[in-house]
C-alpha cells in the first residue's frame, strides 16, 4: 500500500510539474539575460507589458499559467517580465521600437531582435508565434536580413510584408508598396485582401487605391465592414496629424470628403481636436471639444471617457471641467462600468467635491471588485480625500 501510495504522489507532482506555466527569471538584469541566453544557446523571450495594460494582464492571468506554454516557452527560451515604463524597460522599449502592449520581444545572446507578435493571444497561437522564433525560415530577424541582402521577389515581399504587419514593424507599409510595385493587377482577390490589410496611412499608395475603389471593397467585405474600415484610416490619419507642427487642414479635408462625405466635417473637426491635445494647448483644446460635442454629441463611451478623462489631466477651468462631468455622467447611463465611475470621481475630486467624489469612488471599487480590474489607483485617490 506503501509502494502504491508512493507512486501515486509521484504521479501527482509529475503532472504538477508538466502543468506549470512559463518560469520567468525576475532576478536577472538585461546584461546578465543576454550572457545567460548565450550560454544556453537559447533566445530571450520578453513579455514587454505596461502595469495599466489590460490585455497584459489577460496574459499573465490566462496564457502564461497555461501548461502546453510553460512546456514550450521554458524548454526554448529564458524568459523574462519586464515593464516598458520603469528601469531597464524604458530603454528595451526605445532600442526595440515597442509601440503597442502586450508586445512579445524574442531576442538572442548579442541582443539582436529576432522576432516580435504584439497583443493578446491565446494558448494555441501564442506556442505557434514561439515556433516561429525559433525557425530561422519564418522569423523575422532572418527575413530581414535577406531584405536587406537585397532579396525583393515578390512572394518573399508578401510573406515579410504580412509578418511585419502582425508584429507592427514600423516599415511593413514600405515593403508592401514594393511588393504592390511588382504587381501589374491590383485587383486580384489577394490583393485586394492585402490592400485591406494595409490601408491606412493616408500618403499610402494603397489606401490612395482603396479611397478610389471603395466600392469593389464594399462587394468584397459588405458595407459595415468598410464603415469599420474608413474609421480605423480616419483615426490613423489624425493620430499621424498630431504629430505633424502644421498640418494641411485643406488637404485632408479633401480626403476625408472622399473617404466619408457624410462625416467629414465630424472627422476633422475631431481631428483639429487631437492635434491641440497632442500640441498640449490644453485651453484651446478644451474650448474645441466642448465646441465638438455641442456639434456632434455622441453615444460612444470609449469617446466620451477619453475626452472626459483628458480634461482630468489637462484642464484647470472648473466651467470645462463641469461639462466634462456632463459626458461622464451620461457615459454611466450608456455603460455603468468601473473606469466611468472611476473618471467621474477624478473629476469631482479635481472639482473639490469631496463628498460627490467618494460616493463615485465607492460605486468605482465595487464593479472594479466585480469586474476584476486593479482599483489601487482609485483607492489612492480616496485616501487624498
Not at 533566445?43 to 512546456?71: Q, Y
Not at 458595407?223 to 499621424?240: L, V
Not at 471639444?289 to 484647470?316: C, G, R
Amino acid at each position: 500500500m506503501k509502494t502504491l501510495l508512493s507512486i501515486f504522489f509521484i504521479f501527482l507532482a509529475s503532472l504538477s510539474i508538466m502543468a506549470q506555466g512559463i518560469e520567468f527569471d525576475h532576478t536577472s538584469n538585461w546584461k546578465e539575460l543576454k550572457e545567460k541566453a548565450k550560454s544556453q544557446n537559447k533566445l530571450i523571450f520578453i513579455d514587454a507589458f505596461t502595469t495599466w495594460c489590460g490585455p497584459c494582464k489577460m496574459m499573465s492571468k490566462d496564457i502564461f499559467p497555461d501548461g502546453a506554454v510553460g512546456s514550450y516557452y521554458n524548454s526554448n527560451f529564458v524568459n523574462a517580465k519586464i515593464d516598458m515604463e520603469k528601469g531597464e524597460g524604458l530603454e528595451i522599449a526605445q532600442l526595440y521600437g515597442v509601440r503597442a502592449y502586450p508586445t512579445f520581444l524574442f531576442i538572442d545572446g548579442d541582443g539582436v531582435l529576432q522576432h516580435r507578435g504584439v497583443g493578446y493571444q491565446e494558448a494555441a497561437d501564442f506556442v505557434k508565434l514561439g515556433s516561429e522564433a525559433m525557425n530561422t525560415d519564418t522569423r523575422m530577424g532572418s527575413l530581414n536580413a535577406k531584405y536587406a541582402k537585397g532579396e525583393r521577389d515578390p512572394e518573399f515581399l508578401y510573406k515579410l510584408a504580412g509578418i511585419k504587419k502582425a508584429a507592427y514593424e514600423a516599415d511593413a507599409d514600405k515593403v508592401a508598396e514594393e511588393y504592390f510595385n511588382t504587381q501589374k493587377d491590383w485587383s486580384t482577390d489577394r490583393n485586394l485582401e492585402m490592400i485591406y490589410e494595409f490601408a491606412g496611412n493616408f500618403n499610402s499608395a494603397l489606401t490612395k487605391y482603396y479611397i478610389e475603389h471603395k466600392d469593389k471593397f464594399e462587394d468584397k467585405y459588405g458595407k459595415a465592414a468598410i464603415a469599420r474600415k474608413t474609421d480605423q484610416i480616419i483615426a490613423m490619419a489624425s493620430s499621424s496629424l498630431a504629430k505633424t507642427d502644421k498640418p494641411d487642414f485643406d488637404k485632408i479635408k479633401d480626403l476625408l470628403i472622399k473617404i466619408d462625405p457624410k462625416h467629414a466635417d465630424q472627422h476633422l473637426a475631431n481631428m483639429k481636436c487631437n492635434h491641440l491635445l497632442k500640441t498640449k494647448d490644453f485651453d484651446r483644446y478644451a474650448k474645441s471639444t466642448i465646441e465638438y460635442f455641442k456639434n456632434y454629441p455622441s453615444d460612444d463611451p470609449q469617446e466620451l471617457n477619453s475626452a472626459a478623462w483628458n480634461f482630468y489631466m489637462h484642464v484647470n477651468n472648473k466651467d470645462y471641467l463641469n461639462s466634462a462631468v456632463e459626458w461622464s455622467l451620461k457615459n454611466i447611463k450608456l455603460e455603468d462600468k468601473y473606469y466611468c465611475n472611476d473618471t467621474v470621481a477624478a473629476l469631482y475630486a479635481k472639482l473639490g467635491n469631496k463628498a460627490k467624489a467618494k460616493k463615485y469612488i465607492e460605486r468605482a471599487i465595487d464593479l472594479a471588485k466585480a469586474e476584476g480590474q486593479d482599483y489601487s489607483e482609485t483607492e489612492a485617490l480616496l485616501k487624498k480625500l
